[in-house]
C-alpha cells in the first residue's frame, strides 16, 4: 500500500508524535533555562555570603550552583576560594582543577591552585602552576607574586626577593 493509499488516521500518528516530541524539546529547553537562572542567583548568593565571611554558607550555596549548572566554571573558582576560606583545601584544589579543566587557558585558574597548593605545603605543585600562570601571561605581576609566595615557603629566598622585583617592575609599568 502507497502513502496515497494510506489511510489518513495512519498518517495523523506521526504528526502527533512530532509534536509530541517538539513539545517535550521546548520543555527541556525552558528548564535549562530556568536552571542556568536559578544558578546564577545562587552564585550572587554564595558571592554575597563569601563577602560577609561566610565560606560555609557559601559553600552550600555554590554546591547547589553547581548541581544545577555543572559546566558552568566560574561556580567551581567560587566554591574553590570558599573552601580555601573555610579551611577545606584538598576539596579547594578539586574544585581548582575543575576549574582549570573548563577554563585551561586562564592563568588565574593556576594561581588559585597555586595558594591552595601552599596552604596543602605541596609546594612543588604550587611551582608548577605558578610557573604555568607565568608562561601563559609573562606581564602579568601575580604570577611572579605567587612564585616569590612558594618559593619563600620552600626557603629561597634569593629567588622570592626576584619574583617580587619583577611583580614590582610590571605593576609599576602597567601603571604608566
Avoid: W
Amino acid at each position: 500500500m502507497s502513502a496515497y493509499q494510506m489511510p489518513k488516521s495512519a498518517l495523523v500518528l506521526p504528526r502527533v508524535l512530532a509534536c509530541a516530541m517538539l513539545s517535550a524539546v521546548f520543555a527541556v529547553a525552558a528548564h535549562a533555562q530556568d536552571a542556568k537562572k536559578q544558578a546564577e542567583d545562587l552564585m550572587r548568593q554564595g558571592q554575597q555570603q563569601m563577602s560577609k565571611g561566610q565560606p560555609r554558607d557559601a559553600v552550600r550555596t555554590l554546591s547547589k550552583a553547581i548541581d544545577l549548572d555543572p559546566t558552568r566554571p566560574e561556580l567551581y573558582m567560587l566554591r574553590s576560594r570558599a573552601r580555601d576560606s573555610s579551611g577545606s583545601f584538598d576539596q579547594a584544589a578539586d574544585d581548582a582543577t575543575k576549574y582549570i579543566e573548563l577554563e585551561p587557558t586562564d592563568e588565574y585558574g593556576y594561581l588559585n591552585r597555586a595558594r591552595i597548593y601552599l596552604s596543602l605545603e605541596k609546594h612543588d605543585k604550587a611551582l608548577e602552576d605558578a610557573n604555568k600562570a607565568i608562561e601563559m601571561k609573562p606581564n602579568e605581576p601575580d604570577g611572579y607574586f605567587r612564585r616569590a609566595d612558594v618559593y619563600s615557603a620552600m626557603n629561597k629566598d634569593a629567588e622570592a626577593k626576584a619574583d617580587e622585583k619583577k611583580a614590582e617592575e610590571l605593576d609599576a609599568a602597567a601603571r604608566r
